[in-house]
């Protein structure tokens, strides 16, 4: 699937997207957030508290339960401060 | 209409579109960079934003303000990219009969954009690069219109 950070995030990962194999038992945003965050470094630094990110799965908001397959688009970003 | 865009606008012309005999009013609100935050200058302001999901949020936002109310028209520009204190940052314009749908759904949007929009604003200011952070009050103010 195609992993996107946006703000703080793309800055703390390093970079704007990339596309990863996660494993079968990524099944939700969670999951995902915990796989990635367990990769160290500026991954861990960024998915260290869940509680201060937003997501959204091919470009719909929804929270950490949602689910995620191969082939979908995940964003992670801090909450919006647009306006 | 909604746009998303590093160029400045110009309120008038945006303003003029919706000049015409059934409408009424037209109430348009203009976002500023201000060139205080948190006690120091500010040198610039940098907003990102997620191309795609940000306009979609915003043609949503929009139609969600047609359902609410009897509109006209309604018009949202939102720049991106490196602005300086006093530089416009964004436009909406309601178009309406009457005054109060045009005043209520201006309100709405900007209100559903502040927290809806995928836009993050980072400020340089003259100790280092800060992102801002989201607002309750923003939620709240948001949260009212809520049925």
């Known amino acids: 699937m195609k992993v996107l950070y946006f703000a703080w995030l793309r800055q703390k990962v390093g970079r704007g997207e990339e596309t990863v194999e996660a494993p079968s038992s990524v099944r939700t945003v969670g999951d995902l957030a915990a796989w990635l965050g367990a990769r160290g470094g500026g991954y861990a630094d960024a998915f260290a508290d869940l509680k201060r990110l937003r997501a959204a799965v091919n470009q719909e908001y929804g929270d950490f339960s949602v689910a995620v397959k191969a082939g979908d688009e995940v964003a992670f970003f801090p909450p919006v401060t647009g306006g | ?147």
């Not at chain 2, 302001?45 to 997620?50: A, P």
């Not at chain 2, 191309?51 to 043609?59: A, F, H, N, V």
Request: hydrophobic share 40%; net charge negative.
């Open chain 2, 1 to 147: 209409m909604i746009r998303v865009q590093s160029e400045d606008f110009d309120p008038g012309v945006e303003i003029g579109r919706f000049q015409r005999e059934d409408v009424g009013a037209i109430v348009s609100f203009t976002g500023v960079v201000r060139g205080e935050s948190h006690g120091e200058r500010l040198v610039s302001m940098t907003l990102e934003h997620f191309p795609g999901m940000t306009e979609r949020e915003l043609e949503r936002i929009a139609v969600e303000a047609r359902t609410r109310w009897s509109l006209q028209g309604v018009s949202v520009v939102h720049r991106v990219g490196e602005l300086r204190p006093g530089e416009r940052i964004v436009l909406v314009v309601t178009a309406a009969a009457h005054r109060q749908a045009a005043f209520e759904a201006a309100e709405f949007l900007m209100d559903y954009l502040k927290t809806r929009a995928p836009f993050w604003k980072r400020e340089l200011r003259a100790s280092g690069e800060y992102w801002v952070e989201a607002r309750s009050s923003d939620d709240e103010a948001a949260a009212r219109w809520s049925r």
